[in-house]
């Protein structure tokens, strides 16, 4: 009963958002930010846990998995693009990967943020599934893992089209990399709706950032 | 209708035998590289060799990705069980992870950027000395 209202609850909230954000587009209106606060509100305030909200959870994100194998279509369609700026795109995902990791460590210690929170910080640009596995692999909290990933991906998809305009960085391949990059799927999710190769890009460059993160990693750790 | 209700849950189907292909493979092979990337790998390798055709699943791919942000908001939700720290330390983290992330989107949007027009230019060029 409660998992049968849990996902009425979801679904009915995304649907609600949707509409919003096509009335009022804005970073606050991001679908994944608002509906998220909006139901876990509803969540809170009918008394029901995250425990007894899990197997609801267990049966929406199933499709997750397909979701992101459906990545292969707009990618395989834009493939040309690939083989064309494949030297950019290998330079700009590196140098995206290095800086935000780096600058994420630098500016922990000198907030005097503890080893465990510095530890989950290397991984936050990484896609949720991959994460995990790599969180597990060094040793890191799960939980803190998966918390600094998912906002991480609200930040991209919320400001990350605008920062990207206002630094006059408007070629389509470059802005999905950047995203895809940085802010993983859900960032990929807002970039597949600003044009197909922007969405074809992000997620390419979400998988083979994954890949390269967990290569760096190790070599990373050592310098903390 | 039921032609395409048919059609569609097909297509979903086959993504999600794809899907667990590249788990299972991932699996086997003690792979670093997780199930869903190898499986956004087979998809593209099945339909670059023409195995699989683009009008063969585009119906449930479209459908899919364009509700790919609903998948996450279950998991995000999550989030409610970490109240306890972000209360004690949620602006530092905001404040690193905000800023890191611009630091890496400006990074790799403007590298990639340059880098595609540097080449650009470089062919132009060449073109204008061999006139």
Redesign the interface.
Known sequence: MITLYSILI?VSV?LFVQFLAKKYSSPLTS??FL??II??AL??VSNIS?DE?KP??TI??Y???????????????N?KLFTK?F???F???S???V???T??IV??KL?K?SNM?ILA?TV??V????AT?IGRFIDGNL??I???V????????M??AK??SL?K???P???G???G???H??G???A?KEGEVQ?AVA??AM?IA??LT??IIPYIIELI | MMKSVWKFSIQMLFLIVVYQVGNWTARFFHLQIPGNVIGIVLLFVLLWLGVIKLEQIELASGWLLKHLGFFFIPISVGLMTLGDIFVAKGLPFLFVLIISAFIGLLFAGKVTQTVIMKNAKEKVNFHDHAI
């Open positions: 979801t995304y679908p994944v509906s998220t139901i876990i969540l809170v995250f909200y609801a959870k929406m994100t499709l997750l998995g397909p979701a992101t194998v459906a990545l292969a279509v707009p990618i395989y369609k493939r700026y030297s950019a795109a330079i700009g995902l140098i995206g990967i800086t935000t990791i600058s994420a500016l922990a907030l943020l929170f910080l936050k640009s896609t949720v599934p991959v596995e939980s803190l998966a918390a600094f998912i906002i991480t991906g609200m930040i991209g998809a400001f990350g920062l990207l630094f960085i408007h070629h391949f470059a802005r990399l950047a995203i990059t940085i802010a799927g859900i990929t999710a807002e597949v969405g997620g390419a998988g994954a890949v967990s290569i």
